[in-house]
């Protein structure tokens, strides 16, 4: 799904659903469908703790509601972007903003102290997802700028002739892991962690 910049006007907003509408179309497609499995993953869970538990109890019944209602959470916003991605052209800018905002909500609503991962930006904007939002709800926002592989390429021909290395950290061996994704997410690095696979 391609980000927009949430400063712009309610016309800024209709033009870039008109201008990245196939994309758009396509990523609330794969969205919607991936959303849908959490309610069979959920349910099996659901049936495997009634299972155990020699009965249907509360727990299990819990978590057969929630990935119901975790699936509509994961599935309305795509359903929204999607909707707007069709009738943009010829539907009312104010409309388009507000049902765009609307689904955007999943950003704005997550828990205070939860988790926010970013994985490369579709669009041409990277600055479209506002940090400044997310302050003061104590969110973890993370992420990883994940770019073509040609783009990859140019920059290793600028290094390789200057003799640039990555700057390694750690080096851990294969049965170390768990160690070396632990090592990572204490964010004790500095610079590349490595693990040996030989």
């Not at 179309?25 to 349910?43: N, R, V």
């Amino acid at each position: 799904m391609p980000l927009k910049n949430p400063a712009w006007t309610a016309d800024q907003v209709a033009v870039w659903y008109v201008q990245n509408h196939a994309r758009i179309k396509w990523g609330a497609l794969i969205c919607g469908c991936t959303g849908a499995f959490m309610t069979p993953i959920l349910a099996v869970v659901a049936v495997q703790m009634a299972r155990v538990a020699g009965g249907w109890r509360i727990w299990s019944v819990m978590s057969l509601v929630s990935g119901a209602l975790m699936s509509l959470f994961l599935m309305l916003p795509p359903i929204f972007w999607g909707v707007e991605a069709y009738t943009a052209p010829r539907k009312n800018p104010d409309v388009t903003a507000l049902m765009h905002e609307l689904a955007s909500l999943t950003i704005t609503t997550t828990t205070i102290g939860g988790h926010v991962f970013v994985v490369g930006f579709a669009g041409d904007e990277a600055g479209a997802l506002n940090p400044l939002s997310l302050l003061g709800t104590g969110i973890t926002l993370e992420g990883i700028a994940v770019g073509i592989r040609r783009h990859f390429a140019d920059s290793l021909q600028l290094t390789e002739p200057a003799g640039r290395r990555p700057m390694l950290d750690e080096v851990f061996a294969f049965p170390e892991a768990r160690a070396a994704y632990q090592y990572v997410l204490d964010r004790r690095h500095v610079g590349k962690v490595v693990i040996r696979t030989k």
